[in-house]
């Protein structure tokens, strides 16, 4: 047993304090912690939405919906008086919203909800989060310094990375995020794979593609949550999760801004990729908030291997 360790006395780390340690900026450090806390508020209105309580039949429709909407007002007030923030770009929004004075440092986008069709089931849903310095039309690796997503399954989880590795956190009882897993690092090659869209709708390439994996003996692991999708990919150390082009929609159906960039800026800062197939996610230049794109994310392995199906 190491010294000052016993069975009583747990080292435990903050996520204010893991950031402080990492040696992230003040400012940065604060709007992470802020937009940790929303997710909470969050959760807790999942659970007032979706309980089960028999007579109150109506709260899967419409009332579904709304938690969306709820989840971006809870995250957009939030964000509006924290000092730190000066535009606030999300997926329940046409534009992009100015909430600061307009010296702030950074801008928001958010995808508040994700996987809202999957609320009524009970499976795992998330909160995806990118943060940038500069203006969002440029290519992410211009303009990220930061992206998180929190997952809200049996557990409240969250993972972080300001550009200095990725790391997991856990809401414990008390209401307290810790660490859990600090600088995850992907394998070279997983053994899950996750493919979105309908495989009638799928190019030829992309077909061949998922049939090689198949055959390559990957396991299907897709539960329509993008946030959880990728989660396992980063969990289990490697996996590949694709929502590729379609035969009606070239650009697949994954927004850019919102789910694809933060998602690809933390996946390459554990180790894997992203790409459209010919282009990493964070080359991409974004053009209009609602741009999709399709996407091949997840341990290097995989995701070279998509390239080089796409390209024949
Ligand atoms: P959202 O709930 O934010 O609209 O996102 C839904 C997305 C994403 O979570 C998931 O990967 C994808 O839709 C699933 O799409 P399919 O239902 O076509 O599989
Ligand atoms: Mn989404
Ligand atoms: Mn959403």
């Not at 999942?46 to 309980?51: D, G, L, Q, T, Y």
């Not at 300001?162 to 897993?181: M, P, Q, T």
């Not at 009638?200 to 198949?214: A, V």
Request: charged share 25%; aromatic share 8%; net charge neutral.
């Amino acid at each position: 047993m190491s010294e000052g360790i016993n069975d009583h006395t747990r080292y435990i780390v903050d996520l204010r304090r893991h950031m402080w340690m990492d040696g992230i900026e003040v400012e940065l450090r604060r709007l992470i912690w802020q937009i940790a806390v929303v997710g909470k508020y969050i959760s807790a209105k999942i659970h007032e939405s979706n309980r089960k309580l028999a007579g109150f039949k109506n709260v899967y429709g419409e009332d579904q919906l709304a938690l969306d909407r709820i989840s971006d007002d809870i995250l957009k007030n939030m964000l509006k008086n924290s000092g730190f923030v000066r535009e606030y770009a999300s997926e329940e929004l046409k534009e992009i919203a100015p909430i600061g004075q307009g010296q702030e440092k950074y801008i928001v986008t958010a995808d508040p909800l994700d996987g809202s069709s999957l609320v009524d089931t009970n499976l795992a849903i998330g909160t995806i989060i990118g943060i940038h310095k500069n203006s969002v039309f440029d290519c992410g690796r211009n303009s990220m310094v930061a992206a998180l997503y929190i997952t809200y399954g049996p557990l409240i989880t969250m993972i972080y990375s300001a550009g200095k590795g990725v790391h997991e956190f856990v809401l414990d009882r008390e209401g307290e995020y810790v660490l859990s897993e600090e600088n995850i690092r992907l394998n070279e090659k997983g053994a899950i794979f996750s493919p979105g869209g309908l495989r009638r709708d799928w190019t030829d390439s992309h077909k061949r593609y998922i049939d090689r994996l198949e055959s390559d003996g990957y396991k299907l692991r897709y539960s329509g949550g993008f946030v959880p999708d990728i989660n396992q990919v980063i969990i289990k150390r490697g996996g590949i999760f694709s929502y590729p082009a379609l035969k009606k929609s070239p650009q697949g159906k994954l927004r850019l801004l919102f789910e694809l960039q933060p998602m690809a800026f933390i996946m390459e800062q554990a180790g894997g990729r992203a790409t459209n197939g010919k282009e990493d996610i964070l080359s991409l230049n974004v053009t209009s908030v609602d741009q999709r794109s399709p996407i091949y994310i997840g341990s290097s392995a995989e995701v070279t291997m998509a390239e080089k199906f796409l390209s024949q």
